[in-house]
């Protein structure tokens, strides 16, 4: 009879014992998160929040720089303690990236109470101003709470059957 049926144990706990023995033995289990090509990679990482795809870029070395090019911004500040390291970490995101690199999706949710609509301005002025972005845009999703200024963009979605002057129409309150 087989040792397994007599001790009682399944093909899923010897795998996990096996994969436990090699922990032990010093053996390195397979990543298979890493044998992945970059673009699924990139498409995987373009579901999640910035920071975590900045993340986990940086912690392994085959991806270290991979976030550089991603095709979708997703910021949301619940991740932040404060608004002032939330609005930091997109500066240097954008300061960073792969200019070069097309960007279809950028999304940006605030919570917390902005003190003016610099943090909106700047994402659009990103957006604008980038051609591998506004050539390539499919959307832009702004969701921001509480703006206190004269002058709001929020909300603002942008189609690519809405032209950018359009957009710059609505932002200016046209």
Not at 103 to 120: I, K, R, S, W
Request: glycine share 4%.
């Amino acid at each position: 009879m087989n040792r397994e049926k007599i001790c009682g144990r399944n093909s899923s706990n010897s795998k996990r014992e096996e994969s436990e023995k090699k922990l032990r033995d010093g053996e390195k289990e397979e990543d298979r998160f890493t044998v992945l090509p970059d673009e699924i990679i990139l498409r995987i990482l373009s579901f999640v929040d910035a920071k975590i795809a900045v993340q986990i870029s940086v912690l392994n070395k085959r991806c270290r720089n991979l976030w550089v090019s991603l095709p979708v911004f997703n910021f949301d500040d619940s991740s932040f303690e404060d608004v002032m390291v939330f609005e930091d970490f997109i500066d240097n995101f954008f300061y960073g990236r792969d200019a070069s690199t097309n960007v279809f999706d950028v999304n940006l949710e605030c919570h917390d109470e902005l003190e003016d609509g610099d943090l909106v301005d700047s994402v659009i002025d990103h957006v604008t101003d980038t051609p591998s972005i506004f050539n390539t845009i499919e959307a832009l999703k702004i969701l921001a709470d509480g703006i206190h200024r004269s002058r709001c963009v929020i909300p603002i979605r942008y189609e690519r059957e809405t032209s950018m002057d359009d957009m710059e129409s609505v932002q200016d309150g046209e």
